[in-house]
């Protein structure tokens, strides 16, 4: 089974979860949350926001975000964009 976005792991009580998946980027992005503290998380989120004055209604906004996370590749990012 793949981890796709990983939900069967927050709705689950393991003492250890392994999650499969073979898209490298996808990979990162959890290795990423698991070694970053929360916060760092939450102000690499926020800033994000704020910077592209990210919404629900701001497709230009978002299409900055993504052009610039296909540059950069920051796990952090795609966070942001799957979230948007």
Partial sequence: MFA??????LNISA?????????????????NCKKT?????????YKRIDEYALSIS?????????EYYNKTKDPLDLFVLISY
């Fill in 4 to 9: 796709g976005g990983g939900n069967i792991r």
């Fill in 58 to 66: 701001n497709k230009e906004g978002y299409i900055k975000l993504r």
């Fill in 15 to 31: 003492n250890k979860i392994i999650l499969n998946d073979n898209l490298a980027y996808l990979i990162d992005l959890y290795k």
């Fill in 37 to 45: 503290p929360m916060k760092k998380v939450l102000e690499h989120v």
